[in-house]
């Protein structure tokens, strides 16, 4: 009965939190706000989460899990690992950029443990959000560092002949610069939503250009 309290005041906590920063986005969620709206005191939410910031990413990632279930779809057409590591990038930058300030909580946090401990517990909670991958996509989604999740479908390039292995973290580092770089864009309202999808996919086919090492035909 104890777990099963404590599971039902976390959920009940991260779907409080969800809620609240799609009605007044993250800056401007607090932690007296969130027991408000859960229906408990505030002081209860650290017996189950550290401080806000943690318990912002679990609100958070509840906002990305349209975009998790989504791969399967984008990547549907998909005939080798090339296709796959700029498809992922595709769907991600769709959704990304919809939700600047969420993407930015949860793949640029402050957060004081290694924030794959978090992504774990996070679909442990809720498995459901996860989705049933390719066994590479699966293992990406399961990563919580940024550059780790993008080694993923890297290495795969790698181990089809697409890129040679010295040039995989140049790949990987460059396309994260990239995202990083028009995020930061459009949450400052410098560049439109459509304007980033286009130029991030464009500056990504010019990078993996340079590192080809075969034939390669891009889908787009």
């Given at each position: 009965m104890?777990e099963?309290?404590?599971k039902?005041?976390?959920?009940?906590?991260?779907n409080?939190?969800?809620?609240?920063?799609n009605?007044?986005?993250?800056?401007k969620?607090?932690?007296?706000?969130?027991?408000?709206?859960?229906?408990?005191?505030?002081a209860t939410?650290?017996?189950?989460?550290?401080?806000?910031?943690?318990?912002?990413?679990?609100?958070?990632?509840?906002n990305?899990?349209?975009y998790?279930?989504a791969l399967?779809s984008?990547?549907?057409?998909?005939?080798?690992?090339?296709?796959r590591?700029?498809?992922?990038?595709?769907?991600?930058?769709?959704?990304?950029?919809?939700k600047?300030?969420?993407?930015?909580?949860?793949?640029?946090?402050?957060?004081?443990k290694?924030?794959?401990?978090?992504?774990s517990?996070?679909y442990?909670?809720?498995?459901e959000?996860?989705g049933?991958?390719h066994?590479?996509?699966?293992?990406m989604?399961?990563?919580g560092?940024?550059?780790?999740?993008?080694?993923?479908t890297?290495?795969?390039?790698?181990?089809?002949g697409?890129?040679?292995?010295?040039?995989?973290?140049k790949?990987?580092d460059m396309?994260?610069?990239?995202?990083?770089?028009?995020?930061?864009r459009?949450?400052?309202?410098?560049?439109?939503y459509?304007n980033?999808k286009?130029?991030?996919?464009?500056?990504?086919?010019?990078?993996?250009?340079?590192?080809?090492?075969?034939?390669?035909?891009?889908?787009?």
């Amino acid at each position: 009965m104890g777990e099963m309290h404590k599971k039902l005041a976390i959920n009940h906590f991260i779907n409080a939190a969800d809620e609240l920063i799609n009605e007044m986005g993250i800056e401007k969620v607090t932690i007296r706000n969130i027991a408000q709206k859960a229906g408990y005191n505030s002081a209860t939410i650290y017996n189950y989460f550290e401080n806000l910031d943690h318990l912002i990413f679990f609100g958070a990632m509840k906002n990305i899990t349209d975009y998790a279930l989504a791969l399967n779809s984008y990547l549907a057409d998909s005939k080798n690992a090339m296709d796959r590591f700029l498809m992922v990038w595709e769907c991600f930058f769709n959704y990304a950029y919809l939700k600047p300030d969420i993407y930015n909580a949860i793949f640029f946090p402050k957060l004081p443990k290694h924030i794959e401990e978090y992504v774990s517990e996070f679909y442990s909670l809720f498995p459901e959000d996860l989705g049933i991958h390719h066994d590479t996509i699966s293992t990406m989604l399961l990563k919580g560092n940024i550059h780790d999740r993008g080694m993923t479908t890297v290495m795969d390039c790698v181990s089809e002949g697409f890129i040679e292995s010295h040039n995989a973290d140049k790949l990987n580092d460059m396309t994260l610069l990239i995202f990083e770089g028009m995020l930061k864009r459009v949450l400052r309202g410098t560049v439109n939503y459509e304007n980033a999808k286009t130029k991030s996919m464009d500056y990504i086919k010019v990078i993996v250009k340079s590192f080809l090492i075969k034939d390669y035909n891009f889908y787009f």
